[in-house]
């Protein structure tokens, strides 16, 4: 057993402080031999296995970020925290492991996306009032994953989090006041996360937060180039989703020249890493012929991988495919159409919301349904996508399926007019032609 402990002692030395129980050795000749003898003696069993654990822990956020030069490796780190995980003999030690647990479930590294299960870890962690996980939770009730969306019960979480010593927890609320207009506290917010922030891919996440308020001149100078710096920093710390903004900076040209074909490679890069929203991306490539050629197989190909990841767009394009595919010398299968499009709304996606309606509207299933079009309409229209709001005007205009309403018809055009389709504008133009 003393072998043993030794032996552990010197594997675990370099245990970050993030977690419990970790020893900082130094060895000075003969004297730090006996003090290492010492402390060895002096471990009880519990403390040994509790380092161990941390350990494992410690091993899965190398695998896990691709620390000290190691290749990121999502499924290495998954098993180690889940050896930790599943080992550890006090709650004190598996609080950590299961925050980790949490937050790959919740965004997919190394497994599919799955929020029950990340809502699962991250409150057995938190149980523990672990701020990580007490953070992770929040971001579920901001997002709507796995749990109602509630704005406030996120806030709640954040300030617990922050008040608990996590850092990184002020990322969630620069989300708030983002979503507030309150820029400026965003910006003041996410440049605390990147100077004192000690998770990789968290501070990554506040860079590209930075990346966005710098593309979209919010709380600061509008300037592309400092945008392109930000999102360049994310990429250095091996987060994909950095990567993916990469691609879509190059594809729009932000602040380098506009470059589709470097675009895919950016797209590429972030898939081979599991992400969801770059295999939408390379769909899109291919579907347009945007830096590579137009395959309509291989745009079917990626949007089915993008929805298998969990990917809202994925899931709606990958029914758009399926609902239209004649015109692209591909299956067309309503029914798979709509499953796919039902997928992709259960994750709030506006658009497939829309998509769902018109199917109703137009009777793809073999019948009509203009009450069920009207309640996916009105579910697009309530997160402000512009064709929902088209699509109800001329309803109503027309009394197609339901009863004529001119005012309700004028009011859904303008609103539309407002958010930018060219559709409803002409709806309230006609209308205001026709005198009402």
């Known amino acids: 057993m003393k072998r043993k402990i030794l032996l552990l ?35 009880t069993w519990e403390e040994a296995y509790q380092l161990e654990t941390d350990a494992l822990v410690q091993e899965g956020r190398v695998a896990l ?23 550890s003999i006090t709650d004190e030690g598996g609080k950590v492991a299961d925050y980790y647990l949490g937050y790959m479930y919740e965004n997919g590294y190394g497994v599919i996306i799955d929020y029950e299960e990340a809502y699962e870890y991250y409150s057995a962690s938190a149980e523990c009032e672990y701020p990580f996980a007490i953070m992770g939770l929040g971001y579920l009730y901001y997002e709507g994953h796995g749990v109602e969306e509630d704005k406030d019960q996120a806030r709640e979480y954040f300030e617990r989090a922050i008040e608990l010593g996590c850092v990184e927890a002020n990322e969630g609320l620069a989300c708030l006041a983002y979503d507030e207009e309150d820029y400026e506290t965003a910006r003041e917010l996410v440049e605390k996360v990147i100077e004192e922030g000690t998770e990789p891919f968290l501070v990554a996440t506040a860079m590209t937060d ?44 932000v602040g380098v020249v506009e470059d589709h074909a470097e675009a895919v490679k950016w797209y590429k890069k972030a898939a081979e890493l599991g992400y969801g929203a770059a295999m939408n991306n390379l769909g899109n490539a291919y579907l347009y012929g945007s830096g590579v050629e137009v395959n309509y197989e291989l745009a079917e190909d990626w949007y089915k991988q993008a929805a298998d990841h969990m990917n809202p767009a994925g899931m709606r394009n990958f029914g758009y495919l399926r609902d239209f595919g004649n015109a692209y010398g591909l299956r067309q299968d309503y029914e798979s159409a709509v499953y796919w499009y039902e997928q992709a709304a259960r994750l709030g996606d506006a658009a497939a919301m829309n998509y769902l309606g018109l199917v109703y509207y137009e009777g793809k299933l073999g019948y009509q349904d203009f009450e069920l079009a009207l309640e996916y309409f009105m579910m697009a229209a309530q997160k402000d996508f512009a064709t929902a709001y088209s699509n109800m005007a001329f309803m109503y205009y027309k009394g197609s399926g339901v009863e004529k309403d001119i005012a309700l018809a004028k ?4 609103k539309g007019a407002e958010l930018g389709s060219e559709r409803a504008q002409e709806i309230l133009d006609e209308i205001n032609e026709a005198g009402y």
Not at 67 to 87: I, T
Not at 218 to 238: F, H, M, T
């Open 210 to 253: 930075m990346m966005i308020l710098y593309k979209n001149g919010k709380g600061v100078e509008q300037d592309n180039a400092k945008a392109y710096e930000w999102c360049q920093k994310a990429v250095e710390l091996k987060s994909r989703s950095a990567m993916n903004y990469m691609g879509i900076l190059y594809r729009n040209g």
């Open 411 to 414: 009011e859904y055009s303008q």
């Open 65 to 87: 970020y691709g620390l000290d030069g190691a290749e990121l490796d999502f499924e290495k780190a998954l098993n180690r925290f889940e050896e930790a995980s599943n080992r």
């Open 9 to 43: 002692l010197v594997a675990v030395a370099s245990v970050s402080t993030l977690f419990t129980g970790c020893i900082n050795l130094e060895f000075d000749g003969e004297e730090s031999k006996n003090e290492q003898q010492q402390e060895e003696e002096e471990l």
